[in-house]
């Protein structure tokens, strides 16, 4: 399967999760050890939906980030850019209303959601500061985001550490699962080019976001930014 490249053309990195959507779950289940459903449940905390709330879950991949705002009593829309992924996830939870949805382009309109969450997914998209203008744009006054992305851990020597498991065992690791590897070369190398934590806050201040900060975990191996749209 072809892999996609650092360009991030759309079609391109559809396709690539369309092919791994399947275990897509158990692969970051799995390279993660099991770490990823800390990093969700912290970001559901940061989200803090009440009953009755829209949520817009973005990268929402098969639905796994989306599933503890309905449980919450939220009105949670996954949305996605793979197809592949929304057919796994609608298989698994026929009863949320999954949307096709490009981040740069959101099939939304303006002021629909009390919130807006990304995981995993806004480096991803092919223009950042675009799809955080967009996510403004769908979120009503005084609503909130919260990005859950992998970042720059903060002390050097593990930096250095985590930046080779990323680009030689995590894509071994995880192409054994898949049976392909590409596809986790460039997860790999997508993270390892990412904005920092400070850099991200500032994109987000600059599509119009306010009172942007985030907070480390794992060591910065994730971040947490939250924001505000202004009232």
Known sequence: MSRA??????????????????RYDLTNDLISLGQDRRWRRLTVEAVAAMPGERVL???????TSSEPFAA???????????????????????????????????PFADESFDAVTISFGLRNVVDTLTALREMRRVVRPGGRIVICEFSTPTWGP?????QE???RALPVVAGAV?????????LAESIRGWHTQ??????????????????????????LHRAVRPA
Do not use: C
């Open 5 to 22: 490249s650092l360009e991030k053309k759309p079609a391109e990195v559809a396709s690539m999760f369309d092919g791994i959507a399947a």
């Open 57 to 63: 879950d973005l990268a929402a991949g098969t639905g």
């Open 72 to 106: 919450d009593g939220a009105f949670v829309v996954p949305s996605d850019f793979s197809i592949g992924m929304l057919q796994v996830g609608k298989e698994r939870r026929p009863d949320l209303p999954f949307v096709a949805g490009d981040a740069t382009r959101l």
């Open 158 to 162: 593990f930096r250095t550490v985590y």
């Open 165 to 167: 498991y990323l680009m």
């Open 178 to 186: 898949t049976r392909d590897k590409g596809s986790y070369d460039y």
């Open 198 to 223: 400070v850099d991200l806050a500032k994109l987000m201040l600059e599509a119009g976001w306010e009172h942007a900060a985030y907070r480390n975990v794992t060591g910065g191996i994730v971040a």
